[in-house]
C-alpha cells in the first residue's frame, strides 16, 4: 500500500479554489508542507472528477504526496489515484476495498460512536473524523463533535486518525492533544491568497506540537 502522512491533509474546494485553481492550490499547498491532498468536488460528475484528477496526478508526479479521491470509486479508479475517502452515506469501505485491491488507501468518516465501533482495521486504513466544528464548506454535516468527541471516537477506532471540520492553524495543539494524526483543512489553505504560505505556517505548528508532545 502507498504510505501516508495525515499531518497537514488539504480537501480540495472547487469554489474556494478560483483565484488559484485546483491544481495550483495543490502544488503550492505541497511546497508549504500538506502531506496529503483529497479531491472533493460534488458538482462536476465523474467525467470531471476524473479531467481534474489527471491534472492533479500528473502535477503530483514525484512529489510523495497520496492523491485521494472522495466518495466516487470510479472516478478514482480511472485517475490511477493513490485511495478513495468515503462517508457512511457512500459506498461501504468493503466494497472499496474489494475493488481497489489492497495497494490502495481507503479512508473512512466517522462522527460517532456507533460507527466508530463498527470500523474494521483489516478493510480501513484511516478514519475522518469530526466534524469538529460547524463549517461552510459542507453544508450537510453532521452535528459538530468538539475536541472532546473526537479524543473519544479515536480512541474507540484505534486506526490511524484526523481530524476535520471547521479547523484552523489555531486549532492544531488541541487536535493532537487529542490523539489524531493530522489535520484536515479546507478553507485555510483554499482561497487563502497565497496557498503556500498558508500551508507552511500550519505545518510550522504541527511540527512544533507533534515535536513538544514527544519530548
Known sequence: ???????????????????????????????????????????????????????????MAGSGVPLIVNDDIDAAIAIGADGLHVGQDDISAQTARERLGRDKIIGLSIENEAVARKVDPAIVDYVGVGPIFATATKPDHKP???????????????????????????????????????????????????????AHKIATEIMATKSALTS
Open 1 to 59: 500500500m502507498t504510505s501516508f502522512d495525515l499531518s497537514l491533509y488539504l480537501v480540495l474546494d472547487p469554489d474556494l479554489c478560483r483565484t488559484h485553481s485546483m491544481v495550483e492550490t495543490t502544488m503550492a499547498a505541497i511546497g508549504g508542507g500538506a502531506t496529503i491532498v483529497q479531491l472533493r468536488d460534488k458538482k462536476v460528475g465523474t467525467e470531471g472528477l476524473i479531467r481534474i484528477g489527471r491534472e492533479l496526478m500528473d502535477a
Open 144 to 198: 459538530a463533535i468538539g475536541f472532546d468527541g473526537l479524543a473519544h471516537l479515536i480512541k474507540i477506532a484505534k486506526l490511524p486518525s484526523v481530524a476535520i471540520g471547521g479547523l484552523k492553524r489555531d486549532h492544531v495543539d488541541r487536535v493532537f492533544a487529542a490523539g489524531a494524526n493530522g489535520l484536515a483543512v479546507v478553507s485555510a489553505i483554499c482561497g487563502q491568497p497565497d496557498p503556500e504560505a498558508a
